[in-house]
């Protein structure tokens, strides 16, 4: 019904930047909030950044100030821009998204993940 694609993790020195983005495809009728979230290894899933429909953004204290979130709403797609990265920002990185089909009410949907690495 709903899917979710991200792209745009790499390997990237610390201190660099790196982009993300997320195509959410499907029977959408509408997106409410979109986001991204992280998981380290041995560490649970956290949130990175959020979205509104209308704008209004949600940062994690840890990136506010690094890590930038964007959305396209007519192409339902949601960026991450993460400039100065550290090393404790490797982690899987997942777009999240509250969507509504055209046969059914909000619901979350996840995609698959993209790696970041943060290494010199």
């Known amino acids: 019904q709903v899917q979710l694609v991200e792209s745009g993790g790499d390997l990237v020195q610390p201190g660099g930047s790196l982009r993300l983005s997320c195509a959410a495809s499907?029977?959408?009728?509408?997106?409410?909030?979109m986001g991204w979230y992280r998981q380290a290894p041995g560490k649970q899933r956290e949130l990175v950044a959020t979205?509104?429909?209308?704008?209004?953004?949600n940062y994690a204290a840890s990136v506010k100030g690094r890590f930038t979130i964007s959305r396209d709403t007519a192409k339902n797609t949601v960026s991450l821009q993460m400039n100065s990265v550290k090393p404790e920002d490797t982690a899987v990185y997942y777009c999240n998204a509250d969507v509504r089909t055209w046969s059914g009410p909000y619901r979350d949907y996840w995609g698959q993940g993209t790696q970041v690495t943060v290494s010199s």
């Open positions: 979205i509104t429909r209308g704008g209004t953004t």
């Open positions: 499907g029977t959408i009728f509408s997106i409410n909030v």
